[in-house]
């Protein structure tokens, strides 16, 4: 009866020592990856104050500056999406919601918000062809929101340096993504703003996304 007792007890310290483990194994990666995401945050942040300086000299040498400007952003653009689709990773992960987490959200919708106020500024005052897309978003019981990423992902694979995304997650209760919402009047989800002009509150399709792009540059696509 003793030997059973102490087999029984084997067992359930065995099956708790791998359970607790596997606890313990899953928080140190979330600490990891959220260490390392946020120095790449706060690198992607030394990134935004250099371009945003250049964007500022642009008043001595517009010429030079536009074309170092648009050189430079082919070379952060790629970083950024590595890092966007990583928090749309991380936000799959409720059980990685910690107030550590909400807060590297918010610093990186920061970031996007300064890199979307940039991206304006290049387009307006150096004649830059390519389309800023505001994807707004909600995490809550938004099926087609999900759908819509999928296809805004589409258009940025096939149109790298031309159909730039600036997801925001609407419910982040960042007062600045409140301001923009108020800004284009959006009460609906999922919502698009290209250039900070035509705005769409509803699911727009791979379809009506071509037809889109075809109204704003003249039927310069194939699709058109």
């Excluded at 500056?65 to 050189?71: E, G």
């Excluded at 005052?125 to 995490?139: E, G, K």
């Amino acid at each position: 009866m003793a030997r059973k007792v102490r087999k029984h007890l084997v067992v359930f310290s065995t099956s708790l020592a791998i359970f607790l483990s596997g606890i313990f194994i899953g928080l140190f990666i979330n600490e990891v990856r959220q260490s390392d995401f946020a120095k790449r945050i706060e690198e992607m942040e030394i990134e935004m104050s250099n371009l945003q300086f250049i964007s500022l000299v642009s008043q001595f040498n517009q010429n030079f500056t536009c074309h170092y400007l648009t050189n430079y952003l082919k070379e952060l653009i790629p970083k950024l999406n590595k890092l966007r689709f990583e928090i749309i990773s991380l936000e799959k992960e409720e059980k990685i919601y910690t107030e550590e987490y909400k807060q590297l959200d918010k610093q990186f919708t920061l970031t996007r918000l300064r890199y979307w106020f940039l991206l304006e500024n290049i387009r307006k005052n150096c004649d830059a062809n390519f389309t800023i897309v505001l994807f707004f978003y909600t995490t809550k019981d938004c099926f087609l929101c999900e759908q819509q990423g999928i296809i805004t992902s589409i258009f940025e694979e096939r149109f790298p340096h031309f159909f730039l995304v600036v997801p925001l997650r609407a419910d982040s209760e960042i007062s600045s993504v409140n301001i923009l919402l108020q800004t284009f009047n959006i009460t609906k989800f999922p919502a698009l703003v290209f250039n900070g002009e035509k705005v769409y509150q509803e699911f727009v399709s791979k379809e009506k996304m071509q037809e889109i792009l075809c109204e704003l540059y003249n039927s310069t696509f194939e699709f058109c």
